[in-house]
């Protein structure tokens, strides 16, 4: 079943089911290195994570779902905005300025970014949706 609620504004209906959060998926074992983050999935290889992919794994010590952790991703380490950014991400975050994730910036760049990374993430049986 489908739910759908009404945008007053625009008079739209838009879908209003929660969004399924992510999980770091059981038994899965991750050490912090100097490069990264390695993570061993139960059914796979080690993985290094790097970058976004390490910043999102960090995230991911508390299900979270995918707008919030776009957010976390888009504020500076230590940033405004409900509590502390993730470290790495600089200062002025990704929003704006271009920067590691690369185009333009802006929060569509992050929610692509952080979609992309739980697919890669799911893939190797990292991560799980939480219903």
Sequence with gaps: ?????????AGQAQDIR?????????????RPTRQGVMVLPPEG??????????????ALAQ???????ADR???????KA???GLPGVPAGGFGGSGGPAGGSGGD???????AAVLGDLRAIGAVREIR
């Design 82 to 84: 409900g509590g502390p």
């Design 1 to 9: 079943m489908t739910m759908y609620g009404t945008n007053e504004r």
């Design 63 to 69: 299900p979270l779902d995918r707008d919030q952790l």
């Design 45 to 58: 290889a080690a993985v290094l994570l790097t970058g976004p992919a390490a910043r999102v794994w960090e």
């Design 18 to 30: 929660p969004q399924p959060r992510w999980a770091r998926s059981p038994n899965v074992l991750d």
């Design 108 to 114: 569509a760049d992050v929610a692509d970014q952080v």
């Design 73 to 79: 991703l888009a504020r500076p380490a230590g940033g």
